[in-house]
Each structure stands twice: as C-alpha cells, then as structure tokens.
C-alpha cells in the first residue's frame, strides 16, 4: 500500500457496460448509435468512443440493448463495471486507480459518466467493490 490517505468512496454501485463497435468510425456513426438509443427512450448515463468501439452505461441496460440489436448494432461485449461518484478535485481518480492496483485489481478501460461519477471496467468487480468502499448494490 502506498502513503497515500486513501477516501472511502460512498454507494459504489455496479451497473452493466454495453460495447458495440461501429461499422466506419466516421463523422456522424457515433451520433447515429445516440439517437438510436434516444429514439428508444434510453436514458445515456455514460458513453465512450474510441476508435470505433463504444462503450454506452444505461440507466436500463435491457432497453438499451434491445434499442441497440433493433438499430442493427450487434453488442460485442457486456460487461458488470463498477460505478463510482468522483469528487471533482485533482488526485481523486489517482488515489482510486492506485487502490484498484493495490488490491490487485486490472482496469480493462475507465470512462466518465453523468453527475461526476467514473465507469470503471476491470477483471473482478467483487475485489475491485471492496478496495474502494461502502457499496450501494
């Protein structure tokens, strides 16, 4: 463990990341995959694009994912993520990565979501829970 005074981060909540990747990675392909989860009525908690490969957190994964296979995107991946509320200041991503390596923890891919909070893909989301904090779900 490093010397770093590590928070307790409140209602750590795991939620499912849906991945899909588009078919050109052009203007306007990343658009199309929102409207068609808009149209649907998703709500977008968190979505990231990285050449080609969206990642998209719905507050409904099920209707996200039917909205989704019904706008021809076939889901490439679906993965539990860890979800936690991030203090808006420097060093607090920093002091949560460190805890995740520390408890062993590899972070697949990390992307921000609505209201300050950070979608955290990695290989074991129990152990990845219990190094950050107190768990809403």
Known sequence: MTGFPFPTYNLVRVARDLTVRLAEDRPGALAKVVQTLSRSGVNIEGIAEIEGVVHVLARDPSLARTALRSGGYEIEGELEVVVLPMPDRPGELGMAMQRLADAGVNVRFAYLATGTRVVIGC????????????TQN
């Open 123 to 134: 290989d074991d989301v129990t152990r990845a829970r219990q190094a950050l904090g107190p």
